[in-house]
């Protein structure tokens, strides 16, 4: 486990954040079928060696939804982790407004490559599109970018690096903590998603400042009264 500051965002205080009723996704989008993620899922793969490699920053690390063959370390270069898409849907609603983390240009990021298993990249990769891409109106928001690992310089595959064709709010870190603090809709709250890719990094040791700076800061929130107890006992997974 890493030495770094500890993770005081609690499951306590996810459960302080008020339920919320909303739409998985944007009711104007077009949604993906079987046939159109088969058709991305060649056009992204078309030339590539196998086993496809994708790089996990956020909640792919701590729910693939795939058959995962190995798991390595890497470091994305040219990129880090930021907060950024609006969400008025999923986690979010238009009166509770969440967050999703992306990738934005600059830096690094450092998060885990997937292998997916042998035998199963048509399954896994329509799991995998179906999961992230979601609708046409997102289906740009794949691509192929350069890691470090411990073979060397590779190219993996991953999703919403400098996203395309969604609203993007280019918020400070203590306003994304206020946003996160708030943040609920049909699949849970911002707090709960940034709590369960705070234990993925640390499960596999890995520190993001910026990631664990906004955890105490949404924890600060939360207790400062930004979210009151719903009352309806576990937290929404």
Not at 16 to 29: I, K, M, Q, T
Not at 136 to 164: K, M, Q, S
Not at 222 to 234: L, M, T
Request: proline content about 5%.
């Amino acid at each position: 486990m890493s030495n770094h500051c500890p993770i005081v965002l609690t499951d306590d205080h996810v459960a302080r954040v008020n339920s919320a009723e909303g739409p998985l996704h944007d009711p104007r989008w077009r949604m993906l079928d079987d046939a159109d993620l088969d058709l991305l899922a060649d056009k992204l793969t078309q030339g590539r060696s196998q086993p496809i490699s994708v790089f996990a920053y956020g909640s792919l690390i701590w729910n693939p939804g795939f058959a995962v063959q190995s798991r390595r370390r890497a470091i994305a270069v040219g990129w880090h982790r930021s907060f950024s898409i609006s969400l008025d849907h999923f986690r979010g609603t238009p009166e509770r407004p969440g967050l999703m983390l992306a990738l934005a240009s600059g830096g690094s990021c450092e998060g885990l490559v997937l292998e997916i298993a042998a035998g199963t990249e048509a399954e896994s990769l329509r799991a995998i599109l179906r999961r992230e891409l979601v609708a046409h109106e997102l289906a740009a928001n794949a691509c192929w970018i350069e890691v470090d690992t411990e073979r060397g310089r590779e190219e993996a595959l991953t999703f919403y690096a400098d996203p395309v064709g969604t609203p993007v709010a280019a918020l400070t870190i203590e306003e994304q903590a206020r946003r996160l603090a708030r943040a609920a809709g049909a699949a849970g709250s911002g707090a709960e998603y940034l709590l369960r890719t705070v234990r993925g990094l640390a499960e596999h040791d890995i520190h993001d400042d910026y990631i664990w700076l906004l955890q105490q800061l949404v924890a600060r929130e939360i207790e400062d009264g930004a979210a009151e107890p719903h009352g309806a006992g576990a937290p929404k997974i």
